[in-house]
């Protein structure tokens, strides 16, 4: 079993749905949690960490349930800019660990 | 600046050669990091430097040896690599503490012929 689990994808959705992505981590121990955001061949850049009491960015809300080691990302109001592959990251004992990424494609 | 500038943005090299990726931040901090990442899967762990020491290295090949010669310094040194070496390689620094977050470079293209 991979360290951090996503479903790979691809999530197909309209300009201006909204939309949902989950992540699990099998190490209990994890301490912090965040979300990237990678654009075909470029680097992963930070969309937001994840705070255990839930957090939002505009558009963009993260959750993090530590008792069932699961992460979520939603975003709202989908934007044809938003497409791209969302990684779940997960830091501990000096590691950042991906998930596999999630591939979403908005279309007009 | 929250900047993670490496050099050379595209390498090919051949089997024989030794090569170095090079990778530089000016944001103090103190933890670096880097990456493989093979096409449409997620970048993976190498290696990870605390404080100038390295204290990750996960399972790597020698042909891949790692410097930290200063806290804004990260060299990954190649050498008699294989084409299945060739993948997108990316540096990464962050502080060494819990809850911050990683900054990326743009990576090395590495293609090994």
């Known amino acids: 079993r991979k360290e951090v689990e996503q479903d790979p994808g691809p999530f197909n959705v309209p300009e201006g749905a909204t939309v949902a992505f989950n992540c699990t981590y099998s190490?209990?121990?994890?301490?912090?949690f965040f979300w990237y955001r990678q654009d075909c061949r470029k680097e992963p850049k930070l969309l937001m960490s994840v705070y255990s009491s839930g957090n939002e960015d505009g558009r963009f809300t993260a959750q993090l349930n530590r008792a069932s080691q699961y992460i979520s990302l939603l975003i709202r109001d989908s934007k044809l800019s938003d497409s791209a592959t969302y990684l779940c990251v997960v830091k501990g004992f000096q590691k950042l660990v991906f998930g596999t990424g999630t591939r979403l494609l908005v279309s007009p | 600046d929250t900047e993670v500038t490496q050099t050379p943005k595209h390498l090919v090299m051949g089997m024989t050669n030794k090569k170095s990726l090079k990778c530089e931040q000016h944001?103090?901090?103190?933890?670096m990091y880097w990456y493989k990442q093979k096409a449409k899967k997620p970048p993976e762990l190498m290696f990870v430097y605390s404080y100038e020491k390295l204290s990750i290295n996960e399972s790597v090949p020698s042909r891949f040896s790692p410097e930290c010669p200063n806290s804004s310094l990260l060299n990954l040194h190649l050498h008699a690599l294989q084409p299945e070496d060739s993948a997108l390689y990316l540096c990464?620094?962050?502080?060494?503490?819990?809850?911050?977050?990683?900054?990326f470079g743009q990576g090395t293209r590495l293609t090994v012929v």
């Open positions: 190490n209990s121990a994890s301490q912090s």
């Open positions: 990464a620094s962050s502080q060494p503490i819990l809850d911050t977050e990683a900054f």
């Open positions: 944001m103090g901090h103190r933890a």
